[in-house]
């Protein structure tokens, strides 16, 4: 019989990948994962399927469920032989009564691990640029809670300890006791110059930072409106961030990105933005299914000895065509003779992984540029076997037939639109002009997404909102149906469309590329 367990995971500061590896393997391994406030959402992805996910809560002083709620539902989902995981902001044991929820766990003779994790007290500085300790600077750090009123009679924190012997201080729920903390560490002794910052959500993309000194951080404070969450950090070290923030430098820190490309493709994208400092939306508007007839494939692939070329024109026709050439019981030697072509290196990478080089690889990634590749060969008379999808375009097997070659143009998959899980979280960003852009990897990715949004509303939604498109057909599709196309890749592939973006957020800061 399955015994129960109860993890103690610290989730990290905000930023998904802030996470351990430990900790991630408790979330996949989890029957319940019960989650607050503070852990990144993203992070219930790792959790299988079955999985039974409980919100528990805790912004500010608003527990959706109360500590005692909280325990006894962890006591309850574990007596019910269930792997539970306790899911934490930060680290469980720094500030996160993480300690509590292991007594009660003892108390009722239930086993339990404990997960540290990535103490926002760290993570936050780090990202804002600031080491907590430095050689030349301070040789001390002390974690505080900034929770407690300075002013009540009995403060379990030693101010002068605090303000006179110890170099960093990293105050945690402190944003509403900031003017107190302030006046406490200057009353007892710590030079009113002393640098100090505010870290807001540290680590995501909403991360904010304000930065002064005690004597005007509390008017700065509120000149910004910054709000909890936040951790306070106060001394010397505060000041290296302008040399060091490296996070908030980066291109694309605040802008909202919508990425309508297929789930199971969008993550190259999604990274490659995220890494520039993008808060990416995923919008998967194309799904990638079987074509509606997938006999003429099979047709083909008992039949290949008859080819001489077979050219692949996207990585969804490279695994459809081996779908089915493995499903007929062959593999890559019924390809044996055949010569290969690859209409751009994401193609041939995925023709490489099955075994295959691709003979030609044009300089630019359209069918046009497959076509003056195709120049080059004597190509009249051969039989070229072209797996694609359903829809495609008609100028490959146009142009080869011109050429003289004999084409063979059959479905290996078709693109429909995909039902958005999350539409209308986008629609709420679209309606709060909170999108800065929406990219377009293809035609049919403009298309859906138009679709996908409520009959009626796209001049509203969508029309202003900025596009960025992979190259210039997908640009002219854009277009006609109404939106404004601002970034056209001029290298047909994601990267080239990372590279188009960068280069325009760039030029609109004046930054030299
Ligand atoms: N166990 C957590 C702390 C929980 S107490 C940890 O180790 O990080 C909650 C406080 O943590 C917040 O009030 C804030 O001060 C801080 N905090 C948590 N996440 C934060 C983040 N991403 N950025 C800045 N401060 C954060």
């Known amino acids: ?8 995971v ?15 393997e408790c979330i996949a391994r989890a029957d319940v994962v019960i989650y607050d406030y503070l ?98 600077m301070t040789s001390t750090i002390a974690f505080v ?16 300890a605090l303000a006179r012997g110890i170099g960093t201080l990293v105050f945690f729920m402190g944003v509403k006791n900031l003017a107190n903390i302030v006046a406490e560490l200057v009353a007892n002794g710590r030079s009113p110059q002393t640098p100090v910052a505010l870290v807001r959500r540290g680590t995501t993309p909403e991360q904010v930072t304000v930065s002064g000194r005690l004597d005007d951080i509390v008017a700065k404070v509120k000149h910004a409106r910054l ?64 074509p509606d007839d997938s006999a003429p494939l099979d047709r083909a692939i008992a039949d290949l000895s008859a080819f001489d070329w077979i050219v692949f024109t996207s990585v969804n026709g490279v695994n459809g065509f081996f779908e089915h050439l493995f499903g007929a ?12 072509a690859a209409i751009g290196p994401a193609t041939a990478e995925r023709l490489k992984s099955f075994g295959l080089l691709s003979d030609i690889v044009p300089e630019s990634y359209r069918a046009e540029s497959i076509v003056a590749a195709f120049r080059k060969e004597e190509i009249r008379g051969r039989q070229i076997l072209l797996p694609r999808a359903q829809e495609a375009r008609q100028i490959l097997p146009v142009e080869l037939t011109a050429m003289g070659a004999v084409v063979r ?10 039902a958005a899980a999350d539409l209308d979280a986008l629609v709420r960003r679209l309606e709060a002009k909170s999108i800065d852009l929406v990219t377009f990897t293809s035609s049919s990715t403009a298309k859906n997404f138009k679709a996908l949004l409520p009959p009626g509303r796209f001049q509203e939604l969508a029309a202003g909102v900025p596009t960025a498109c992979i190259g210039p057909v997908t640009a002219d599709t854009a277009r006609q149906l109404g939106f404004d196309v601002r970034i056209v890749a001029e290298e047909y592939t994601i990267p080239g469309l990372c590279t188009a973006i960068l280069d325009h957020y760039r030029g609109r800061r004046g930054t030299p590329p």
């Not at 019981?329 to 010569?339: F, M, N, P, T």
């Not at 143009?409 to 995909?418: C, D, G, I, L, S």
């Open 329 to 340: 019981s062959k593999d890559v030697r019924a390809l044996g003779r055949l010569r290969t």
């Open 409 to 418: 143009e059959v479905p290996a998959y078709k693109t429909r639109p995909a």
């Open 145 to 160: 809670t900034g929770h407690e009123d300075p002013t009540k009679d009995q403060t379990g924190i030693d101010w002068p």
């Open 10 to 24: 610290g989730a990290g500061p905000g930023d998904p990948g802030l996470i351990t590896v430990k900790g991630r």
């Open 1 to 8: 019989m399955k015994t129960p367990i109860v993890y103690l």
């Open 39 to 136: 852990a990144a959402p993203a992070l219930l992805r790792h959790a299988s399927p079955g999985a039974e996910l409980v919100y528990v809560g805790k912004q500010g002083g608003d527990h959706t469920l109360p500590q005692d709620g909280i325990n006894a539902l962890i006591v309850a989902k574990a007596r019910e032989n269930k792997t539970v995981t306790r899911l934490k902001g930060g680290d469980p044991f720094v500030f996160g009564r993480g300690g509590e929820e292991a007594e009660v766990l003892v108390e009722a003779g239930i086993p339990f691990e404990i997960v540290p994790g990535v103490t926002s007290a760290v993570a936050a500085p780090a990202y804002a640029g600031i080491p907590l300790s430095h050689r030349k």
């Open 227 to 290: 709000k909890s969450p936040a951790v306070i950090v106060v001394g010397e070290v505060v000041g290296l961030r302008e040399k060091l923030k490296w996070f908030e430098n980066r291109p694309l820190l605040g802008q909202r990105v919508v990425v309508t490309r297929s789930r199971a493709q969008a993550s190259d994208l999604v990274q490659a933005l995220e890494e520039l400092g993008a808060e990416c939306l995923e919008c998967p508007t194309i799904q990638v299914v079987p």
